[in-house]
């Protein structure tokens, strides 16, 4: 797992350059923080998040995000009545490499999520895959779709994990 973790750190640093003096020009611009609803993803439900980007070239941006969310245990009854659900709330971040040109990107890094909650697991860790549709202008939507699956925590009985999300969000 460490070898793993490891492997996902190099990979995002591969080709990081200090470029101080690169002018990407007026018509490169774009903005960098943005606030996202994720639905599903992160170990919640529903989730609120804020989101900076770093440029280190036009192709390629460093995201960091951080959230508030949403989740409740999760009941399977058949036969009978269940007790009430427990609730969660979670706490979200991740910090991802985002690549890409013009208005599409591709979305590589590291998540995790803590539960404030009576849970057998606290907190998740996770990579992330995914893809994002965001746009040069201000006050514009942001899409995102991606894929996670945390490295422990798939036997918990408290939450179900969904490895899919699906977040739409607004540049500022």
């Not at 960098?32 to 440029?55: C, K, Q, T, W, Y």
């Not at 609730?87 to 995790?112: C, D, M």
Request: hydrophobic content about 40%.
């Amino acid at each position: 797992m460490k070898a793993l973790i490891l492997a996902i750190l190099i990979s995002l640093s591969a080709g990081m350059t200090a470029s101080g003096q690169d002018n990407y020009g007026p018509g490169n611009t774009r903005p960098l923080n943005s606030i996202n609803l994720n639905f599903l993803g992160d170990a919640s439900i529903i989730s609120l998040h804020f989101e900076r980007l770093f440029p280190v070239n036009p192709s390629w941006l460093i995201s960091g995000k951080l959230g508030v969310g949403y989740n409740e245990e999760f009941q399977l009854c058949l036969f009978g009545s269940c007790g009430p659900k427990r609730s969660y709330v979670t706490l979200p971040h991740h910090i991802t490499a985002v690549y890409g040109k013009n208005r599409h990107f591709v979305e590589t890094g590291l998540g995790g999520t803590y539960l404030f909650g009576d849970t057998e697991q606290n907190y998740f860790v996770y990579p992330i895959i995914g893809y994002r549709f965001m746009s040069r202008g201000s006050d514009k939507i942001i899409f995102r779709i991606f894929v996670q699956m945390p490295f422990s925590g798939l036997e918990t009985e408290d939450i179900v994990f969904v490895p899919v999300g699906v977040s739409i969000g607004m540049a500022l």
